[in-house]
Nanobody
């Protein structure tokens, strides 16, 4: 079992930046593959970024490649999402997710644990 708590969301103008954090508690954090997903109103939950247990491998959705950076600090039991050059279409609730094993990092069904989400709103 692991508990995930996101923070860092808010309102920002287009072109601005935000840094999301996801603090984990419970089982050994370094055992989990971690990811960020987002869900806009009326839309499905979409993959944003994922990171391997050792942080050696990262994956990004095409829509955020080059603008967002996922990282983790296993000593602090925290995963981060640095978001730069934000666009209005980035507006969504952002969720942190964790999985011990993964078939496909892009699919939300691959993840066992989820945080409650943090709202990110980008104004034009």
């Amino acid at each position: 079992q692991v508990q995930l708590v996101e923070s860092g969301g808010g309102l920002v103008q287009a072109g601005g930046s935000l840094r999301l954090s996801c603090a984990a508690s419970g089982r050994t954090f370094s055992s989990f593959r971690m990811a960020w997903f987002r869900q806009a109103p009326g839309k499905e939950r979409d993959f944003v970024a994922a990171i391997s247990r050792s942080a050696g491998i990262t994956y990004y959705a095409d829509s955020v490649e080059g603008r967002f950076t996922i990282s983790r600090d296993n000593a602090r039991n925290t995963v981060y999402l640095e978001m730069n050059s934000l666009k209005p279409e980035d507006t969504a609730v952002y969720y942190c997710a964790a999985a011990l094993t993964i078939n496909d990092y892009r699919f939300s069904t691959s993840y066992d644990y989820w945080g409650q989400g943090t709202q990110v709103t980008v104004s034009s």
